[in-house]
């Protein structure tokens, strides 16, 4: 039966699942596969494991084969080549003082052409650079800008939890993060405190708001006058998680209850406020 082992193509890069098909593999070795850009060599970084009975069931790619030495060879000589061309480009890039910062430089294993990452706050002229790369290195060069996200992706790094960060481990695409993701799930506005070391908003304000945003849905609002087993008072804070909630009495207690342990009252306070101007009006209506 096949098992499952992880690859990783780049030091401290993004590790991808993988069939190990009839191949007997341990932790260290390289192996070929065929990826979307053409054939890679990567390096088996777990210890191969079964299919667990209920985990997902999605269709993985099959190691190709065990890589060889000649392989083994020229994949170093191409990471060798990488480094030359990234302090080449950086050389480059301050001689001709380009408004761009180099993120990293990928050369496919065929040898097809060198692709290199950057980022700057708009559009850059770079055909200059283009021809200096080429005329070094006698190869096809590609330039891609690329976003603050992308640039963290690819660096990596430790997140303020102390985990690795989340679009470098496991994450595929970058969903829209905004404020009121933040505000919903009652955490802090400081910039601190929600942005990522990419400076934009961290995208773990994602994984719980769907259900913040389900279950205060269910529960009364903040400020709505409820009726509970030591008397009536008036909602002042939202346990999401805990799913209760903080009521100040009239007496001037406060009291954390169950959302299902309350009577909703009439309504919120501004409510209650309208409601007995209406009464007022109708009685001097009737005089």
Known sequence: MSKIVSIQFRDRGKVYDFASGHFVLKQGDKVMVVTENGPAIGSVCTKPRNRTEG???RKLKTIFRLATKEEIDRYERGCNLEGEVSEYCH???KERSLPMCLVSVERRFDG???IIYF???GRVDFRQLVKDLVGKFRTRIEMRQIGVRHQAKMVGGLGSCGRPLCCSSFLNSFDPVTIKMAKKQNISLNPNKISGMCGRLMCCLTYEYEYYAKIKKKLPKIGRMVMTKAGEG??????ILKETLTVALDSGDEIEVQATDITRGPGSSRERVRSKKNTRSRVRNKK
């Open 119 to 121: 980022t700057a706050d």
């Open 234 to 239: 008036k909602i002042i804070r939202q346990n």
């Open 112 to 114: 097809s052409k060198v």
């Open 55 to 57: 985990g997902p069931n």
């Open 91 to 93: 050389q480059k890039v």
